[in-house]
């Protein structure tokens, strides 16, 4: 059995765009205000309020350039918010459809074929377990499944690593 946890995009990547930074496309986010449910904040993991200010942007949740480096439209809480932390937990943005896109991704960053799915939101965790039980999967991704957008990683549980004590 494979530990997993649910992470949000880093805080460094918000406080950048917080902060003027551009985003994947060398663009200024555009600023909008919800309207109400589905405009899901990448930080926190919560749906954005109705009348709330938001940032809409290019991400691309990968370190680098390459043919798999997906990009698309995300939302951002226009305002910090805090990073969600509760990992162990699905976050509340992965309970506002039926379903979503569960995929898994090798140590290089390129899609595993074969591992997407549409995936009821019930069966989330036990399918990025599954997924992150193999050895050729280094990290899942959960996404739109009607608009491929990226809402959260899943990542392994890591152990913590021994330490000498000079006994």
Sequence with gaps: MTAIRFVAMPTTDAEYLWNGGRDAYDRLPETIVSDGPGHP????LENIDAGEALLVFAYRPFPELQPYAETGPVFLHKQPC??????????????????FIVRGYNENDRIVYGTGAVTAIGDIPAYGEELLGRSDIAYVHVRSARNNCFQCR????????????GA
């Design 41 to 44: 904040c990448r930080h926190c």
């Design 82 to 99: 805090a990073r969600y932390a509760a990992e162990e937990i699905m976050p509340p943005v992965l309970t506002t459809s039926r379903d």
């Design 154 to 165: 899943i990542d392994k549980v890591k152990a913590p690593a021994l330490v000498e004590t």
